[in-house]
C-alpha cells in the first residue's frame, strides 16, 4: 500500500496506492469544499484531494447527490479523495449530532478512498484528566472504526493535546491497529500561534511510535513555510485549506512567510499569477476575481514546495534545505533547534550515505545527526593513547599531508616515542577530529563549512580539544591551530622532528572497515597478506585482495567498501550473528541466491543496528550465507513494511 523510494533524515519519498489512483509523497492535499469551492477540483493540480464528509452528510442535497452520483462526481475529482470526519466541526461547535457508525459507513458509501473516524481533536495545554479522557475515546472510536468499514483505507488519529507521553501512548495503540494512516491531529493552534517548538514534540512522540509503514499526515498544515521540518520529522501528507483561507485575506503564501497585498511593492514570486497581474492590477481587481488569483498562488508556491522537498530527499540535502527554511522565523529556529533533542531516532532513519555533501550553515550544522553518528562510531575504534593534532588542509587531507610538522604544543607526560601508537586526527568544522584514516569515508571529505569560523564553532572545538587532552595520555597540537581555535596553549615540544606523518594503508582499510561493520571486521576482512590496489589515476586505494580473490573495493564517491564474495564470506565468518545480518526465510532462499533483490516480507530478523545504504550479509534460518547486498532501508522499517524492497542484492550463489 505504502512504498519508500528515497530517505533523509526521518524524511522520505514515497508512494500511496489507493484505488482511483497512485500519490507520490510527500503530498499536498488542496481541500475541498463541497459547497463554496472557487476553483475547480481539476483546475488544482493535485494528485489527492480532501475534503469532509461530515458537511455532505449535513446537506440534504449534498448527501443526495453523493449518495447517488458518487463523491467523485460529487467534487468533480476523479483521483484519490481522503474524507475527514465530523471532528473539526465538533472541535468547533462543541457537538455534533452524529455517532462514529454512523460517519464511517457514509464515507464508504459515497465512496471515499480514505476515511476518517470521529476522533477527538483536543487542544494543546488542558489539563491531563481532559486529554485522558477525551483519548480514550479517540482510541475507543480507532478501534470501532476497523469493524465498521469495508473497502476504505483508514485513518487513525493521533491525539493526547501538548503531553508527550499521552501522544506515543496514543500512537501505540493505533499501531496496533489493522488501519494504513495517522494523521496527527488538533495541531492547528500550535501552528497559529507558531508554537512549531511544542510541534516538534507532538510530532516526534507521535512519529517515535508510529509504524513506519504507514503515511503519517500533519493535519491542517497547511503553510508551506512548515513543509520542509515537517517532512524532516516523517510526515508525508499535508491538507491546505490554507490556500484559500490566506487568499479570503488578500495573503499570499510563500515557503519562507506571508505577505498581504496591501504591503506588497513587487509580486512575491515567478508563478503564472504572479507573472501575469501587477500589485496595482490586483488592487483594483473586484474581490472574488481576486480572491481565486491569491489561491491559484498559494496553491502553487504550495505545490512548488513539495517538489523541492522531493528533490533535496533524492539528492540527500533535506536537512540544508530544513536549516534555509527555519531561519525564516525565529520561531521556526528555535523549533529546528528543538529537534537535536531527538537525535538517536533521527540517527537511526539517516541513511549512512548521501548523493550531496554537508553543508554547514551555522552553529546548528554541529547537531546535526551525521556529527553525532560519526563520533559515536569514531569513538569506539580509537585506542586513546598519544595523539597529534593537525591542522586541516584541502579534503582529503590524507592527500595533502604536510612533510614536517612545524612548532608543537603538548598536553600529558611523554610516555613513549613510539610511532606506531601516535595516532594522527585533522581538526576541522564540523566533524571535530578526523583520523587520518578515515578522511575519504561519507561525509568527512564530502562537506564545506566557511574559513571564517563562528564563535560556537571555535567553542566547539575547544571543548572537544580539552575533553580529548583528558582522555589520551599525551596530545601534540599544530601551533597553527591552537591560534586558530584560541586554544590558550603554552607547553611547546620541542621534539616534533621525532613524530612521523604518515599514512599506513594497511591501519587505514582495517579502521574503516572497523567503522563501517563493527569493532573486529577490519581483522575478519583484511587478515593475512593482503594486496592494496591503488587507483593509477588517482593514488588512492581502490582494491583489497587476497591472492586471486577480491576481498573488497572502497567507492571513491564515499569511501566505504563494497563487499566481494571473499569479502562477505569473511565477514560472515567471523562476526557473529546478528552483525551486519539480513536473515530470509525459506521461500526467499533461492531468490537470494540467484542475486534476486530481498522483499520486506521476506526477513524474519535482521541485525538492529542496520542503516539505509548498509552493505549487508543476506542468511538463511541457519545463519548460512546466501548472498550479499545494499539495505535500503533501516533495519526498523525492514521489519515493518510487508510490501517493497529491503535489499539490493549484488550479488547471490555464494
Ligand atoms: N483537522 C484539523 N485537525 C484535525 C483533527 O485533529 N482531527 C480531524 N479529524 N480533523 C482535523
Ligand atoms: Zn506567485
Given at each position: 500500500m505504502f512504498e519508500i523510494k528515497h530517505k533523509d533524515n526521518l524524511g522520505r519519498t514515497g508512494v500511496l496506492k489507493t484505488k482511483n489512483g497512485i500519490v507520490k509523497t510527500p503530498a499536498l492535499m488542496p481541500v475541498i469544499h463541497p459547497r463554496k469551492q472557487i476553483i475547480d477540483s481539476k483546475e488544482l493540480g493535485a494528485d489527492i484531494v480532501i475534503t469532509n464528509a461530515y458537511i455532505i452528510y449535513k446537506n440534504e442535497e449534498l448527501q443526495e447527490k453523493a449518495l447517488r452520483e458518487g463523491l467523485h462526481k460529487l467534487i468533480n475529482f476523479d483521483g484519490p479523495i481522503m474524507t475527514d470526519s465530523g471532528s473539526f466541526q465538533l472541535s468547533e461547535y462543541g457537538d455534533i449530532d452524529m455517532e462514529n457508525k454512523e460517519i464511517i459507513e457514509f464515507q464508504e458509501l459515497i465512496g471515499s478512498d480514505i476515511g476518517t473516524s470521529l476522533d477527538i481533536p483536543t487542544p494543546p495545554y488542558v489539563t491531563r484528566s481532559q486529554a485522558e479522557e477525551e483519548l480514550k475515546l479517540t482510541i475507543k472510536r480507532a478501534k470501532e472504526s476497523v469493524k465498521y468499514r469495508k473497502e476504505i483505507l483508514l485513518n487513525s488519529v493521533v491525539q493526547g493535546s501538548t503531553f508527550n507521553d499521552l501522544r506515543s501512548y496514543c500512537a501505540s495503540e493505533l499501531a496496533k491497529l489493522d488501519v494504513e494512516l495517522h494523521p496527527i491531529g488538533a495541531v492547528v493552534p500550535l501552528m497559529e500561534n507558531y508554537q512549531y517548538k511544542d510541534l516538534v514534540d507532538v510530532v516526534m512522540s507521535s512519529i517515535s511510535e508510529l509504524p513506519d509503514s504507514r503515511p503519517r499526515h500533519l493535519m491542517g498544515a497547511g503553510h508551506p513555510m512548515i513543509f520542509a521540518l515537517a517532512v524532516a520529522m516523517g510526515c508525508d501528507l499535508f491538507d491546505s485549506a490554507a490556500y484559500i483561507l490566506y487568499a479570503e485575506d488578500d495573503r499570499f503564501l510563500t515557503a519562507h512567510g506571508t505577505y498581504k497585498l496591501d504591503n506588497l511593492y513587487e509580486m512575491p514570486c515567478s508563478c503564472e499569477i504572479c507573472s501575469k497581474y501587477s500589485v496595482e492590477e490586483l488592487k483594483k481587481m473586484e474581490r472574488e476575481e481576486r480572491k481565486k488569483l491569491i489561491a491559484k498562488h498559494n496553491l502553487m508556491v504550495s505545490f512548488a514546495e513539495i517538489r523541492i522537498i522531493k528533490q533535496a530527499i533524492a539528492e540527500g540535502n533535506l536537512m540544508e534545505l530544513v536549516e534555509q527554511r527555519c531561519r525564516s522565523h525565529p520561531r521556526l529556529l528555535e523549533a529546528y533547534r528543538h529537534l537535536a533533542n531527538y537525535m538517536e531516532i533521527m540517527e537511526r532513519y539517516d541513511?549512512?550515505?548521501?548523493?550531496s555533501a554537508f553543508f554547514y550553515?551555522?552553529?546548528?550544522?554541529?547537531?546535526r545527526v551525521e556529527v553525532y553518528r560519526y563520533w559515536q562510531k569514531m569513538n569506539e575504534i580509537y585506542p586513546k593513547k598519544r595523539l597529534l593534532l593537525l591542522n586541516s588542509s584541502k579534503k582529503p587531507y590524507s592527500s595533502y599531508l604536510p612533510k614536517k610538522v612545524g612548532k608543537l604544543y603538548h598536553i600529558g607526560s611523554s610516555s613513549s616515542s613510539n610511532t606506531d601508537d601516535l595516532q594522527i586526527m585533522f581538526v576541522d568544522i564540523p566533524f571535530g577530529l578526523i583520523p587520518l584514516e578515515l578522511d575519504e569515508v561519507y561525509p568527512l571529505a564530502q562537506n564545506e563549512s566557511p574559513d571564517i569560523i563562528d564563535e560556537s564553532a571555535r567553542e566547539y572545538i575547544q571543548e572537544i580539544i580539552e575533553l580529548t587532552a583528558e582522555e589520551y595520555e599525551e596530545v601534540f597540537i599544530e601551533a597553527s591551530l591552537a591560534e586558530k581555535f584560541d586554544l590558550g596553549l603554552y607547553r611547546e615540544y620541542d621534539g616534533s622532528q621525532d613524530l612521523e606523518i604518515k599514512l599506513n594503508e594497511k591501519k587505514k582499510i582495517i579502521c574503516v572497515a572497523d567503522y563501517q561493520f563493527g569493532v573486529g571486521a577490519g581483522q575478519a576482512l583484511f587478515e593475512g597478506n593482503v594486496e592494496i590496489v591503488k587507483s593509477k589515476k588517482t593514488g588512492k586505494i581502490r582494491h583489497i585482495y587476497y591472492g586471486e580473490n577480491l576481498i573488497a573495493t572502497m567507492r571513491a564517491s564515499d569511501g566505504f567498501f563494497v563487499l566481494s564474495k571473499e569479502g562477505a564470506k569473511r565477514l560472515h565468518s567471523r562476526m557473529e550473528y546478528p552483525q551486519n545480518r539480513v536473515m530470509v526465510n525459506k521461500e526467499s532462499e533461492p531468490f537470494a541466491q540467484e542475486g534476486k533483490s530481498i522483499f520486506?516480507?521476506?526477513?524474519?530478523?535482521?541485525?538492529?543496528n542496520i542503516r539505509a545504504n548498509d552493505e549487508v550479509l543476506i542468511v538463511n534460518e541457519n545463519d548460512e550465507l546466501l548472498a550479499f547486498g545494499k539495505s535500503l532501508l533501516n533495519s526498523a522499517e525492514i521489519m515493518d513494511?510487508?510490501?517493497?524492497?529491503?535489499i539490493k542484492t549484488r550479488k547471490g550463489g555464494i
Open positions: 541513511p549512512l550515505y548521501k548523493k550553515t551555522g552553529p546548528e550544522s554541529l547537531k520486506n516480507k521476506f526477513v524474519i530478523d535482521c541485525d538492529r513494511f510487508k510490501v517493497g524492497q529491503a
